[in-house]
C-alpha cells in the first residue's frame, strides 16, 4: 500500500514589516529646521525655568542657589568693578599656550602611533599607562620643577590633554582602509608619500574633530592650573568666591567659561567646515 504524500510549500510568503514614517525618530533621514530650533529652545528654557521657580521660592537656600537674576547682577558687577575681562584674557591665554602645546606633541605622537608598528609599540605602554594618572598627582611635581610661575600653569594644561590628543589621532590612522595604501605603493608612491599625501589628508578632518571634543577638557583643567598661585583668570575668581561663598559669582564664571567654550566650539566647527568641506557628509 502506497502512502499518499502531500507536497507542502517550503516556505510561508514572507511578511514585510514597513516602518512607519516618524519626523521625530528618523535615523540620519533629515530634520526639519523649526522643530531643531524649537527643540534647542526648549533644552535651554527648561532648565533655566526650574531654575528660577527653585531659587524664587527659595526652595533651596540663597546661599546655594541664587536666582539667575543675582547671578547676572553679580557677574555685571565683576565686569564692571572687578575687571573681569582681564580675568577672561588670561584665562584664554594659559588655555590656548597648554592646548597649542598639547597638540603640537599628542599629534604627530598620534599619527606615529598609528601608522607605524613600531611606534605604536613604542609609545602605547608609555601612553596607556600615564594617561590613567591623574594629572592633579602631579602638580607638587609641576612646582618642584617649574615653580609658582605661568609655565606651570601652562604644563598641567597641557598634561591634562596631549595623552588624549595622541589615542584620538592615532585610532583615526588605524581606520584608514588598507586598500587607500596599497593603491598608493601600486602607483609608485614611498612611505614619505603615503604618509604626506595619503594618511594625513584622509585623517585631518578627524584631527580637527578631535583637536574641537579635546579643547573642552583644557578648560576644565584651568582651575585646577590657576590654583597654583595665581593671582588672575576664571578658575582663580571661582576658587575666590568660594572661599567667601559667593555663589553667585562662582555660577556666572562657570556659565561664562560654557559660552566660551561653546563660541570656540562653533568657530572650529565653522573652520572645519571651510578646511575640510569634503567631509561634511561625514560630519552630519
Not at 175 to 182: D, G, L, Q, T, W
Not at 206 to 226: K, M, P, Y
Request: hydrophobic share 55%.
Amino acid at each position: 500500500m502506497v502512502e499518499s504524500s502531500f507536497i507542502k510549500p517550503d516556505s510561508e510568503p514572507r511578511q514585510y514589516r514597513y516602518l512607519s514614517p516618524s519626523v521625530f525618530w528618523s535615523i540620519r533621514q533629515g530634520f526639519p529646521q523649526k522643530l531643531s530650533l524649537l527643540l534647542v529652545g526648549l533644552s535651554l528654557i527648561i532648565p533655566l525655568t526650574i531654575w528660577t521657580v527653585v531659587s524664587s521660592l527659595q526652595i533651596i537656600s540663597p546661599t546655594f542657589l541664587p536666582t539667575p537674576w543675582a547671578v547676572v547682577a553679580a557677574g555685571y558687577k565683576m565686569f564692571t568693578e572687578a575687571n573681569l575681562l582681564a580675568d577672561i584674557v588670561s584665562s584664554s591665554g594659559r588655555v590656548l599656550a597648554g592646548f597649542v602645546l598639547a597638540a603640537v606633541i599628542g599629534v604627530p605622537i598620534g599619527l606615529a602611533m598609528g601608522t607605524f608598528y613600531s611606534m605604536d609599540s613604542l609609545f602605547t605602554p608609555i601612553v596607556g599607562t600615564v594617561r590613567y594618572m591623574p594629572v592633579t598627582g602631579f602638580v607638587p611635581l609641576i612646582i618642584i620643577w617649574v615653580g609658582l610661575g605661568e609655565p606651570s600653569k601652562i604644563l598641567i594644561i597641557m598634561l591634562g590633554v596631549v595623552l588624549y590628543n595622541a589615542i584620538m589621532v592615532a585610532d583615526a590612522v588605524k581606520f584608514i582602509p588598507n586598500e587607500m595604501i596599497n593603491v598608493a605603493y601600486t602607483m609608485g608612491a614611498n612611505r614619505w608619500d603615503v604618509l604626506v599625501k595619503v594618511i594625513i589628508p584622509a585623517t585631518f578632518p578627524c584631527i580637527l574633530d578631535t583637536l574641537r571634543v579635546n579643547i573642552s577638557g583644557a578648560w576644565n583643567f584651568l582651575v585646577i592650573a590657576e590654583l597654583l598661585a595665581a593671582q588672575n583668570g576664571l578658575g582663580f575668581k571661582i576658587i575666590q568666591a568660594q572661599r567667601f561663598l559667593q555663589t553667585e559669582k562662582v555660577l556666572f564664571c562657570i556659565v561664562l567659561i560654557g559660552v566660551i567654550g561653546l563660541a570656540i566650539d562653533y568657530g572650529l566647527k565653522y573652520l572645519s567646515s571651510i578646511l575640510t568641506p569634503w567631509a561634511d557628509e561625514v560630519r552630519h
